[in-house]
């Protein structure tokens, strides 16, 4: 099959290139990102291969379907930038990767509260100027703390069982709770505002949907132990990040750890660094010392890559030998 590749990075042509070692597929690798300006690269392609900024709305997929575009495989989990009901309208088929390596993102989420509790990225800086002094590194045993877990999908039941290790008492939210999971692995479940106002440290798994969206606000921060640490590998739009902002101004929020930003599909992926950062918000998070900012590289081990190419290419192939994949999405 002819597939196009948006948003392509040398790395996503070497992990595809090498599950696409016997040629069966022609992946054509483009860089620019899908969008109304770029959709028409993917003219005559029956296929197109989308990563997580890039944007299929209505009209790219009307665009898409009037190219003879009828497959969208993202290699992502999350599929919050697809429009699925004018994907099924148009009977485009939409298939994801749902599950690949949640050791990637549960060990990122980790080295970023050990990053950030130790204050790593400070102390290296330091010690690389001969400035040994402790001021202002202490941290905090997580041994005995309470650990909130937001969504206890694949990546949240990973993170409980690492924080676990450390001696962590987990406390978990999730709409569809999994009982027997969390008997097996002795996590409580408790309700969202139980969760705020209990946990040291809370790790946000869940997806981003209208549920979720901004979920993190002024009034759920308001319910958080003061010093809290908040880490955010989800999605960017789950946390309103004025409210965060203003949080961490006034210390109610002890520390943060975000993989992922509100506005990130101006920024992430890019290097800009001789730039002039456009976005005040953004700018601002940089400022604070008790923040740590990662650019969405949560899922970047060589085993996610190695297992999202493959599973990408097996879901094409499903949909051509059968019509149709498990991992297919529909709309509702
Ligand atoms: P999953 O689908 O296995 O689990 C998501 C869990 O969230 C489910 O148990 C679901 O019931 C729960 N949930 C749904 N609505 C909720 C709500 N309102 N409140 C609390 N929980 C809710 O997904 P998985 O694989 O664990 O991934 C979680 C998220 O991590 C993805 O949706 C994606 O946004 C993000 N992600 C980030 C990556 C990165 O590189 N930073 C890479 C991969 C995923």
């Not at 993917?42 to 944007?55: I, K, T, Y």
């Not at 009982?179 to 996590?187: G, H, L, P, R, Y």
Request: aromatic share 8%.
């Amino acid at each position: 099959m002819r597939i196009a590749l948006f948003a392509s990075k040398p790395y996503d042509r070497q992990f595809f290139d090498q599950a696409n070692r016997e040629g069966e597929h022609e992946i054509v690798y483009i860089e620019a990102r899908l969008s109304q300006q770029t959709v028409q690269l993917a003219e005559g392609f029956p296929a197109v291969c989308v990563f997580v900024n890039d944007l299929v709305d209505a009209e790219v997929l009307q665009q898409l379907h009037a190219g003879g575009t009828s497959i969208v495989a993202l290699r992502s989990a999350g599929f919050n930038n697809v429009d699925l009901k004018t994907a099924d309208a148009l009977g485009i088929k939409v298939v994801r990767v749902p599950a690949y390596s949640p050791y990637s993102v549960a060990e990122h989420t980790v080295a970023m509260i050990l990053g950030l509790n130790r204050q790593i990225p400070r102390a290296y800086n330091r010690v690389r100027d001969c400035n040994f002094s402790l001021e202002g590194l202490l941290g905090f045993d997580l041994h005995g703390k309470t650990f909130g877990l937001i969504g206890t999908g694949e990546i949240g039941r990973v993170v409980a069982k690492i924080m676990s290790g450390f001696g962590c008492r987990i406390v978990a939210y999730d709409p569809y709770p999994n009982q027997q999971w969390a008997e097996d692995s002795d996590v409580q479940y408790v309700e969202l505002d139980a969760l705020l106002e209990q946990s040291d440290v809370i790790s946000l798994h869940c997806p981003l949907t209208p549920d979720t969206h901004h979920m993190i606000d002024a009034a759920a921060v308001q319910k958080m132990k003061p010093g809290v640490m908040l880490i955010n590998t989800s999605r960017g739009a789950i946390v309103e990040t004025q409210a965060v902002i203003d949080a961490l101004k006034s210390s109610k929020i002890g520390s943060l750890g975000i993989d992922v930003y509100e506005e990130e599909d101006k920024l992430f992926f890019e290097n800009l660094s001789g730039q002039v950062v456009q976005d005040d918000v953004f700018a601002r998070l940089l400022t604070f010392p008790n923040v740590l900012i990662t650019g969405h590289q949560a899922f970047f081990t060589k085993e996610a890559l190695q297992q999202i190419a493959a599973t990408t290419l097996q879901n094409l192939n499903d949909i051509l030998k059968e019509g149709s994949c498990k991992n297919q999405l529909h709309a509702s």
